[in-house]
């Protein structure tokens, strides 16, 4: 398993070690103890997995605030999606910056995102599944997100399009109107 950190302090890229023969392949998809050697020491305790039909489907840019936090750990298990990290933490030398790659079933690499980042992935393929651990429970009322479009993130989404998305994500307030809660240093 291959652990790199981004431009993001705290978002790491992951990928995996792929055995194949003719029969298949193997991964190891998730590894506790080969995170903890690398300083990255996370109590999964969810694990989600969302379904999008249609190609252009973006999801976020989506968060918790503390108490209820969450840090993700996203891979794509079909199809292919492209998948982005936002800093909020408000004290923070990368405030506003983002990461964006993509995540696709064949090169099934993953992204670890911590708290402090809002998350967001626009489906590049039709009929995608996303799958993520998370460390803490969904809490509607600390549920909140950003709009995607923001011009002060700057988003480089990889397709010109309309994106399919839902009522909230329409509706979701720019950065500077978000409520948020998070700053560098924070112990949650």
């Known amino acids: 398993m291959n652990i790199k950190e981004t431009d993001l302090e705290g978002v790491y890229l992951i990928e995996p070690k792929v055995f194949g023969d003719h029969r298949g392949w193997f991964t190891e998809s998730y590894n506790k103890v080969n995170l903890i050697k690398e300083g990255i020491e996370i109590d999964f305790i969810q694990d ?3 379904f999008s039909a249609n190609k252009g489907t973006l999801r976020g840019l989506h968060f918790q605030l503390n108490p209820k936090a969450q ?9 292919a999606i492209f998948d ?4 909020i933490r408000k004290n923070s030398s990368n405030y506003g910056k983002w ?17 402090g980042f809002a998350h967001a992935f626009l489906t590049l393929t ?4 996303v799958q993520y651990k998370v460390d803490e429970v969904y809490s509607p009322e600390h549920d909140r997100g950003i709009l ?19 009522e909230k994500d329409q509706n979701a307030p720019k950065l500077e109107d978000a409520e948020n809660n998070f700053s560098v240093g924070d112990k949650t």
């Open 48 to 50: 989600n997995h969302s």
């Open 71 to 79: 840090t993700k750990l996203v891979r794509c298990t079909k199809g």
């Open 84 to 87: 982005v990290a936002v800093d």
């Open 99 to 115: 990461f964006g790659i993509e995540l696709n079933e064949d090169n099934k690499k993953q992204l670890l995102i911590p708290k």
């Open 126 to 129: 039709e009929n995608v599944e």
């Open 148 to 166: 995607w479009n923001d011009s002060n993130i700057g988003i480089k989404w990889p397709i010109n399009f309309n994106p399919i998305l839902s």
